[in-house]
Nanobody
Framework: QVQLVESGGGLVQAGGSLRLSCAASGRTFSSQSMGWFRQAPGKEREFVAGIAWSGSRTLYADSVKGRFTISRDNAKNAVYLQMNTLKPEDTAVYYC??????????????????WGQGTQVTVSS
């Protein structure tokens, strides 16, 4: 069983930055990967970024490529999402996700095993 705790959300003006954090606790595995998804009101959940623990391979949605950076800290068993040049379209609840079989990152939500509670990111224009 894995528990995920997210932090770092908030209100920011367009063009600003935020850094999201997600710490995983419980039994984890070296083959794991973690990712970030987001969901705006009335919209479907969409993939944002993912990273594998072994090899640190990353995957980004086209909408955030070049603006967002995902990273990991093996010692802390944590994943981070540095969000720069934020746009109002980035406004959503951001969810941290974990999967056991993560030799490569996945952009498909159904492949993840555990989810955090979400943290709100609001970008004003």
């Amino acid at each position: 069983q894995v528990q995920l705790v997210e932090s770092g959300g908030g209100l920011v003006q367009a063009g600003g930055s935020l850094r999201l954090s997600c710490a995983a606790s419980g039994r984890t595995f070296s083959s794991q990967s973690m990712g970030w998804f987001r969901q705006a009101p009335g919209k479907e959940r969409e993939f944002v970024a993912g990273i594998a623990w072994s090899g640190s391979r990353t995957l980004y949605a086209d909408s955030v490529k070049g603006r967002f950076t995902i990273s990991r800290d093996n010692a802390k068993n944590a994943v981070y999402l540095q969000m720069n040049t934020l746009k109002p379209e980035d406004t959503a609840v951001y969810y941290c996700a974990y999967r056991f079989n993560g030799l490569a990152p996945s952009g498909v939500g159904s492949t993840y095993d555990y989810w955090g509670q979400g943290t709100q990111v609001t970008v004003s224009s």
